[in-house]
C-alpha cells in the first residue's frame, strides 16, 4: 500500500519518506492506476492528483515501491513492475500473508525483484514464534541481505562492513517450518476447499460481500475477509457471531495514512478513500485449513440469522 522515497523531510530511521497509495477496493491490495499517479506526482511535486507528505513536493525520489500481498492474494504485478521500471524503482514484494499463492503460475515471493514473507504462527507457513525469509535471483543482492541479517558481516563475522541488524531466524523455529512445509501444498488445497464452501454457504447474504479472486490469481487465503454494509452493520454482525460462539477479527482498523506513527506526514482523512471505506466495513471470518464444513454451515446459518 505504500512506495518508499529517500531523503528530503520527515525522514524514517532508514533515510526514506513513505508515501501511501490507495487499494483497489476489490482485490485489497495497491491500486496500479494510483500507484502510477503517486509515482508522477513525486516526481513533479505536484499533489493535485495525489496526496504527498507534507512539505515534500520538491524533495523526493521515487526509489522503491512495496506492494503487501492482503489477506493471502498476489498484488498485480506485472502492472506494478512495469509502472515502477519507467520512474526507475525497485519494486519489493511483501508476501508475508500470501506465500503460497500464485499469479499467472508463478509463486508468490518471485513475483518482484525482492521477496519477502514472515512465518509468524498465523500466516499461512507459521513457525512456534518469529521468523521470515528474503528471496531474489540477484546474487550480489542476496550476498547484501546475508550480510545485513548478520549485523552486517563481512567475509568475517567480526568485520562488519555496513550496520546490520540481528536478524537471523531461530534454528528451532526454521526446524518447525522445514517440517511444516512438508503438509503445505496439501493445506493450500485444503484452503481453497474451504473458502469455496464459504463463497457457496456466503452467497447472495444481503449486506455482505464476500471475496473474489480474479482469473490467473491463486489466494493461499490468509484471512476469509467480507464487507459488510456499513460500520454499525459490521458491529451488529460481529456482535451476534460472538454471541453465538464465533470469533472474528478486524485486523486493519486503522489505514495506515492515519497512524499516529505517520501523523507528521500531514495526511487525513479522506486522503485514500477505498482503505478508509474498507477500514469501516471490513472483518474476517474463522479461516484455516482443517476447518470442516459443519462449523462453516453453524457460521453461515449465524449470519443469515442476523441479516433476516
Not at 516526481?43 to 526509489?63: E, I, V
Request: charged share 20%.
Amino acid at each position: 500500500m505504500r512506495f518508499h522515497v529517500p531523503r528530503g523531510q520527515m525522514r524514517s530511521c532508514w533515510g526514506a519518506t513513505p508515501v501511501f497509495v490507495d487499494i483497489d477496493p476489490v482485490t485489497f491490495n495497491i491500486d496500479p492506476r494510483r500507484l502510477a499517479d503517486a509515482l508522477r506526482a513525486v516526481s513533479s511535486g505536484n499533489a493535485d492528483d495525489h496526496p504527498l507528505p507534507q512539505g515534500a513536493r520538491t524533495s523526493l525520489k521515487p526509489k522503491t515501491v512495496i506492494a503487501v500481498d492482503l489477506f493471502g492474494m498476489p498484488a498485480d504485478y506485472p502492472a506494478i513492475n512495469r509502472i515502477a521500471a519507467d520512474f526507475g524503482a525497485v519494486v519489493i514484494e511483501d508476501a508475508a500473508q500470501s506465500f503460497g499463492a500464485e499469479l499467472k503460475g508463478r509463486k508468490a515471493g518471485a513475483l518482484a525483484e525482492v521477496g519477502c514473507t514472515s512465518f509468524f504462527p498465523a500466516k499461512p507457513l507459521g513457525c512456534y514464534g518469529d521468523g521470515g525469509m528474503c528471496f531474489t535471483d540477484d546474487p550480489q543482492l542476496a550476498a547484501v541481505m546475508d550480510s545485513l541479517r548478520v549485523h552486517g558481516k563481512g567475509t568475517d563475522k567480526y568485520d562488519n562492513v555496513r550496520v546490520g541488524i540481528n536478524g537471523r531466524m531461530d534454528t528451532l523455529q526454521a526446524a518447525i517450518v522445514l517440517s511444516k512445509f512438508s503438509i503445505f501444498p496439501e493445506e493450500v488445497v485444503l484452503r481453497q476447499e474451504v473458502a469455496q464452501r464459504y463463497h457457496q454457504l456466503l452467497a447472495g447474504l444481503e449486506g455482505l460481500t464476500t471475496p473474489i479472486v480474479p482469473t490467473g490469481y491463486l489466494s493461499v487465503w490468509a484471512q476469509y475477509s467480507v464487507l459488510a454494509a456499513s460500520e454499525d452493520h459490521r458491529k451488529r454482525l460481529q456482535e451476534g457471531l460472538k454471541q453465538a460462539g464465533i470469533p472474528t477479527a478486524v485486523y486493519y482498523p486503522k489505514p495506515l495514512h492515519l497512524q499516529t506513527a505517520f501523523a507528521r506526514l500531514g495526511y487525513k482523512e479522506g486522503d485514500f478513500p477505498h482503505s478508509e471505506d474498507a477500514s469501516r466495513r471490513i472483518f474476517s471470518l474463522p479461516m484455516h485449513p482443517y476447518l470442516n464444513s459443519d462449523d462453516q454451515e453453524k457460521i453461515a446459518s449465524a449470519l443469515k440469522n442476523l441479516t433476516k
